[in-house]
């Protein structure tokens, strides 16, 4: 295959530094995406229920495994179909058994509960599916087909992620805005007494949050799993860059954290130009950190909204 | 009431002594060395127990702190220092009396930091951290607070993995005994496990009478007052920001000495340390045993700690924590260790009488 | 002879490893351990073990296990030294001399890094990009794209994860059209599935276990290999790996030794330190006084995959007798 050395002819020096931008930039779009729909699911259960979900990152990893284990009986569109109904139900099951009958329950015990759920998934999941990495086959085409674009190569599979999620965002919003049941929720989130008066059950509200967001991981879990594999502990680390994005973002604010996602996922793409990879991570936490202690509402939060939740 | 306070502290020095005697006895002295590394990791629980029962404030992070003191300590007593012989700041340290020329395991001369003098610059370095980085994460609440600490554990974490001067991902070994008084030391050898266990069991001790002292005090009060309604306390004069500043460190102090000393007892210190599992852990334990009660931490978490260590909990030991934290949490929230603990429960599951039966 | 076996899973945890350690050698008084299988904890124990004069069996890789000697204290798996050798001995053959190096955060990664760096020079081939990920990393077109700009003629990647599998695609994928050289961490079919046709044409070194069936009928390890991977196999219903080969070899490398001594941790000792010619799955182990570890250069063949599968690297660099 014919790789050129661009360096020989002085005329393609410059080419030769936009091609590798433009290769960071589809690497850091790629992961900014992934972040961007696991922060979304965060925002859904917020929004609904002022909890951060930290078993959001093992829904993903659920979708994944279990689509590829339903993938053995069945043909690939009904695997992931599969598998993003049975993750819902597990949110569902999730919200049934430990949340919906505490009364009045401080926010953050529940955060924490979620984060003793989150272990317990992956423990589970590591005694049903060992320690062994799992993948989807890719949706067209195999590991090494690329469409290229000059010397830039993106695999199809980034495309297909970035639809997926493009498509999910737009019916979430859909949902979120003109359909009976995305009002309610949304009432529920800014006044949930005022919406109880009105008749909508708040306890259904979040069941839904909590199915909605399982599933959206469910999704973005099984579309990514050819790129990154899933395996029973892949979970963890999504889930912290996740949140880092829907902080970022704004808490609840689902348009900032795709914005956010993908800010993140090109600075940290970029960042292994200059640095060392191995902190590659640091960068996510310490913009975390950054945005914790300068302008916790977030880049696109309202100051004044924030400072007045109630925890 | 002042008597009241110290007597519990004699009822548990007292239970420490029996311990080892009955072990003694028992023929099972080995147990000794998982009760004293339950007792290290218990200091963190009392300066954690500070701060999240007391100040209300959650840290997801602390194991942070324990493997800043640790992994200090460790560094310091065996990078050696032979090739910088002729520097500066070595022949400075030199004639402090900080450092010692010694053998390593394999025979070769070492010129490293005494165990005490690391001990006193990881401390240190800890105050340092914690109060730089306890200004701006204590202006934060609830979520924001929690994923704040989360954060600071994590960048602790990541860094020890990532540096190689700290052995990267194997993190370090043949660490030196650290020698308190002459007859004293702390280290792993197993002819000195009894008098490691009382220096181990020592430490608590005197970390609990500290706290016990604390909170009845002045600043005690104080902290209730933030603990239970910040605002009203700020507007009395409590200087809140300050005191949960202070509490922050304090905590923080705690943590690291546990490190440094845990660390010279094992010999050795590795990244898993750092991690955030140790830190759900270090907090399910304070929720197991009762956010502000600190026996019930204690011996949750010495008990916790020493079937962990010795292996009853198998390849499950992640889950069994996460098993507690998410039970705990849902049934039992204010831990478990409680008189009126039974009736909480009852209360929770009884069916509650119609408006009928209740009138008289 | 009956063997009782005490399991301790101190899932790569140093303080456990330290605290179980003491268990097994004061408390249950074992009469061998074998394991762990991480260099971090092994080094950890090491010095306990030696000072109880309890003899250890190391399933981890780390030269400095071995290096400087202690008495009772030896592993079975071969040197990351001689893959790093193997591979530049390859690289030579090629006319590759400017390469990159990716290695992952862990004691494995990082253990083949150092062996890398130290051993480049000699064989005249220069590191002009060196990148540790992290070892949960999901995408590592970043650091592929890194390399792509050095212009790199090769380059070799360390690590056990999934990474290792993620890292060729990406590689592939952004159009790297070097030859990839991977480290034994690869021996592991499940990684090849995963890569699919990006693991074509990969090399590595690796114990023989990988290719049994393509070995010659008088390879001398050939029938060892052929039973554990049928013992292996059938037991436990997935593809075997050099790593459980490696437990495998400590423990019948203990029995060997037991079996001619009898019961006697001295003699134990002495005749683990004197084995010659021991047949394992890694190799043909030779210890001596000075070499706890028994296996040279020779215990790795060159690999690659080819049609999904494993096989023997056609044109090898000439191996040097011993």
Redesign the interface.
């Known amino acids: 295959m014919g790789h050129r050395t661009y360096a020989s002819i002085p005329f393609f020096d410059g080419m030769q530094h936009i091609e590798l931008l433009s290769q960071y930039l589809v690497a850091g779009i790629t992961y900014g995406t992934i972040y961007a729909v696991v922060a979304i699911g965060f925002n859904i259960i917020y929004n609904a229920t002022g909890i951060i979900n930290f078993a959001q990152g093992e829904f993903v990893m659920l979708g994944g495994m279990t689509a590829v284990m339903l993938h053995t009986l069945l043909p690939l569109p009904l695997a992931i179909l599969g598998a993003v109904i049975i993750t819902m139900t597990v949110g569902a099951l999730i919200e049934i058994v430990f949340i919906r009958w505490l009364t009045s329950p401080a926010v953050l015990r529940l955060t924490i509960i979620t984060i003793g759920i989150a272990i317990l998934i992956r423990e589970i999941a590591l005694a049903l599916w060992g320690t062994g990495v799992k993948a989807l086959p890719y949706f067209t085409g195999t590991a090494v087909t690329v469409i290229s674009i000059g010397d830039v190569h993106i695999s199809p599979q980034v495309l297909w992620v970035i639809s997926i999620s493009a498509v999910m965002v737009v019916i979430l919003h859909f949902f979120f805005t003109y359909t009976l049941l995305g009002r309610q929720m949304r009432a529920c989130a800014s006044n949930r007494d005022a919406a109880r008066l009105c008749g909508i059950s708040a306890k259904n509200m979040v069941t839904l949050s909590f199915v909605l967001s399982a599933g959206i991981g469910a999704l973005a879990g099984c579309v990514v799993s050819p790129i990154t594999y899933v395996q029973y502990d892949s979970g963890t680390s999504l889930a912290i860059k996740g949140f880092t994005v829907a902080i970022l973002g704004g808490l609840g604010n689902s348009m900032a954290a795709i914005a956010a996602g993908l800010i993140l996922g090109i600075l940290e793409s970029f960042s292994i130009w200059v640095m060392p990879t191995a902190y590659k991570d640091v960068i996510a936490i310490s913009i975390l950190l950054l945005i914790l202690f300068v302008r916790p509402s977030g880049i696109f939060g309202n100051v004044e909204a924030s400072r007045l939740k109630e925890f | 009431m002042a008597r009241n306070k110290y007597l519990r502290i004699a009822i548990f020095t007292a239970c420490v002594i029996a311990i080892q005697i009955i072990t003694s006895f028992a023929g099972?002295t080995?147990y000794l060395?998982?009760l004293t590394?339950a007792g290290y990791y218990s200091l963190v629980i009392i300066g954690l127990t500070l701060l999240m029962g007391y100040t209300g404030q959650?840290s997801?992070g602390h194991a942070g702190f324990f493997a800043i003191g640790g992994y200090l300590s460790a560094f310091l007593t065996t990078y050696n220092l032979i090739p910088y012989k002729d520097k500066l700041v070595v022949t400075w340290l030199a004639k402090t009396g900080a450092l010692v020329m010694r053998q390593d395991?394999?025979g070769r001369d070492i010129l490293a930091v005494q165990p005490w003098a690391a001990c006193i610059l990881a401390v240190l370095v800890t105050i340092a951290i914690a109060y730089v980085i306890g200004r701006?994460?204590l202006?934060?609440?609830?979520?924001?607070l929690?994923?704040?600490t989360?954060?600071?554990g994590?960048?602790v974490y990541?860094?020890v993995?990532?540096t190689?001067l700290l052995?990267?991902?194997?993190?370090l070994?043949?660490i030196p005994g650290f020698r308190l008084i002459p007859g004293l030391e702390v280290s792993?050898?197993?002819a000195l496990r009894i008098q490691n266990y009382y220096i181990a069991w020592g430490l608590v001790i005197l970390g609990v009478t500290l706290l016990t002292n604390l909170i009845h005090s002045r600043v005690g009060r104080a902290l209730r007052s933030i603990h239970g309604a910040e605002d009203a306390a700020n507007a009395m004069g409590v200087n809140t920001s300050q005191y949960k500043q202070n509490i922050f460190i304090l905590s923080a102090v705690f943590a690291a000495v546990g490190g440094v000393f845990?660390t010279h007892f094992?010999?050795?210190?590795?990244p898993?340390?750092a991690s955030?599992?140790k830190s759900?852990r270090y907090?399910?334990i304070i929720?197991i045993g009762g956010m502000a009660n600190l026996w019930g931490a204690l011996s949750m978490g010495t008990v916790l700690n020493f079937l962990?260590?010795?292996?009853y909990f198998?390849?499950?030991?992640?889950?069994v924590?996460?098993?507690?934290?998410?039970?705990i949490?849902?049934l039992a929230?204010e831990g478990l260790l409680r008189t009126d603990l039974f009736r909480d429960i009852r209360k929770r599951f009884q069916h509650k009488p119609s408006q009928e039966e209740q009138s008289p | 002879m009956k063997i009782e076996l005490i399991i301790k899973d101190s899932g790569a945890s140093p303080e456990k490893a330290i605290s179980f350690a003491k268990q097994l050698i004061e408390e249950d008084k074992v009469f061998a351990i074998i394991g762990p299988s991480t260099s971090g904890e092994t080094m950890k124990i090491k010095g306990i073990a030696e000072e109880s004069k309890m003899i250890l069996i190391s399933c981890a890789a780390t030269e400095a296990i071995v290096n400087p000697v202690a008495k009772y204290v030896f592993k079975s798996p071969q040197n990351d030294s001689y893959a790093a050798i193997r591979i530049f001995e390859q690289m030579q053959t090629m006319g590759i001399l400017k390469i990159g190096v990716l290695s992952s955060n862990t004691g494995f990664g990082k253990a083949g890094k150092e062996q890398i760096e130290k051993l480049a020079p000699q064989y005249g081939i220069q590191i002009v990009a060196n990148e540790v990920y992290d070892k949960e990393a999901t995408d590592l077109t970043a650091v592929v794209t890194k390399l792509k700009a050095a212009q790199v003629q090769a380059f070799i990647n360390w690590s056990i994860e999934p990474a290792q599998a993620i890292v060729i695609k990406n590689a592939r994928q952004i159009g790297l059209a070097v030859p990839i050289f991977q480290s034994h961490g690869f021996g592991n079919i499940q990684y090849v599935k995963a890569a699919g046709p990006a693991a074509e044409g990969v090399i590595f070194p690796a114990g023989r276990l990988l290719v049994v069936d393509t070995l010659p009928k008088d390879n001398q390890q050939k029938a060892v290999l052929v039973q554990y991977k049928k013992d292996y196999e059938s037991r436990f219903k997935e593809d075997a790996s050099t790593f459980g080969g490696h437990a495998y070899d400590a423990f019948m490398i203990l029995v060997k030794a037991i079996e001619k001594a009898g019961p006697d941790k001295e003699k134990v000792r002495e005749t683990i330190e004197n084995m010659q010619g021991f047949i394992g799955t890694g190799g043909i182990f030779n210890f001596s006084p000075q070499d706890h570890n028994g296996l040279d250069i020779n215990s790795f063949e060159m690999l690659t995959v080819k049609d999904g599968k494993f096989a023997v690297l056609a044109k090898q660099a000439t191996k040097k007798k011993k």
Do not use: C
């Not at chain 2, 202006?139 to 924001?144: M, R, V």
């Not at chain 2, 094992?266 to 590795?270: A, D, E, L, M, V």
């Not at chain 2, 924590?321 to 039970?327: E, H, Q, T």
């Open positions: 099972k080995p060395t998982q590394m959650i997801l395991l394999y701006p994460v202006k934060l609440k609830g979520h924001y929690a994923m704040a989360l954060g600071f994590t960048i990541k860094i993995l990532g190689g052995g990267a991902a194997d993190g070994s043949d792993g050898k197993a845990l094992n010999g050795g210190i590795g898993s340390e955030i599992m759900v907090v399910a929720a962990s260590l010795r292996g198998g390849s499950y030991d992640d889950a924590f996460g098993f507690i934290l998410v039970v949490m849902l929230p």
